[in-house]
């Protein structure tokens, strides 16, 4: 729990952009990865000095920084964690997310003044299995995110007050135990315990009978198949005095392959949707379909609430695709306005003069604004933008301040 005897609202961050853009849009903490030892290795993840500038940003405006080392480590793995967490040392994140006891025993030796959570990669289902990490030195433990809300309740009855709990309350589903998954490697070689998951839960399976080799035959749901292990995305924001009565310490959004409009979208209706509980618990309730609406504007597959409230059933899983539903397209960040009025941003995806958007900003306002003109680098006016990546100049017809999120309604 944080001074004010609210949850830390823990938000993932991909890049220093993106880290940026939490800490603006209500972010307590952020977590992420940098270039080794993290279990998002096709996440862009941060460099050594992007880390310290990010770290640096953090603090400056009252964040922590989290930094995930939560591989299945090999013997192979052992010396790169040695000189990765002697780096990290220098650098002085606020904790290490750890799942593995032999990478935990290196940072204990390395950096014994940086925190230490473990990660839900540890399978932590009971309490004696909290009390052993504390034990150890763990300042916080991450419950595994097959936990009901009893089963957390019983945990934190049984556990002293300064052990926090952090739990994930937002985000994509693994179909495997605790996250711990042996389909990736077996199928492309690519393990999931070491960051390289190709995502098996999300393919169409067919099944094939032991006296017919060869042939396939389908497991349908309709004409396209079905997803068997392709599970929605979790969602607990209508469910936060339960999870607060609970008596967990830190909400955890999971996304650290996620662009800054996720983030944004998340971490901001997350915000308030704590803050108005806090404020009052009648308020709260009475915006709950405010809401779902806000955070249904983001990339998901359906909702879910998981495992809190007991076993999963079948309306747990999506079974006709693996696609998201996309409420908005996310276009780009905004930066300072030149004299003449224009935003620049880096485009993410197409639009055009005429086109009417959304502007985004930390407070929870979102103006609605028309693009009257567009230029290149060059300073050519262009009708479009058609090139991902591609710097632009934007006038609005409404203000953009720097770091507003710029989004538009999807088709």
Known sequence: MLANGKPELLVPASSLEVLKVAARYGADAIYIGGEMYGLRAKAKNFSKEDM?????????????????????????DLDGVRQYFGELKEIKPDALIISDPGVFAIAKQVCPEIEIHISTQANNVNYMTYLFWQQQGAKRVVSARELSLEEIKEIRKNIPDGLEIETFVH????????????LSNYFTGRDANLGACTHPCRWKYYIMEESRPGEY?????????????????????EHIPDLVEAGVDSFKIEGRMKTALYVADVARTYRQAIDDYFQSPEFYKSRLG???????????????????????????????NNTYVQGYTYLGISGKTTSDGYTPLVQKNKFCIGDTVEIMKPSGEDITACVKDMRDSNGTHIESCPHPGQEIEVLFDGKAEEMDIIRIKAD
Not at 61 to 74: D, L, M, S
């Open 52 to 76: 310290e500038e990010g770290i640096r940003y953090a603090h400056q405006h009252g964040k922590r920084v989290f930094v995930t080392a939560n591989i299945t480590a090999h013997n192979s």
């Open 171 to 182: 985000g994509a589903m693994c179909i495997s135990y605790s996250g711990r998954c042996l």
């Open 217 to 237: 035959l389908p497991v349908e749901e309709n004409e396209r198949g079905t997803y068997i292990f392709n599970s929605k995305d979790l969602c607990m924001i």
């Open 290 to 320: 405010y809401y779902m609406q806000e955070i249904s504007k983001c990339t998901y597959r359906q909702f879910t609430t998981g495992f809190f409230y007991g076993k999963a059933s079948h309306d747990a899983q999506i079974y006709d």
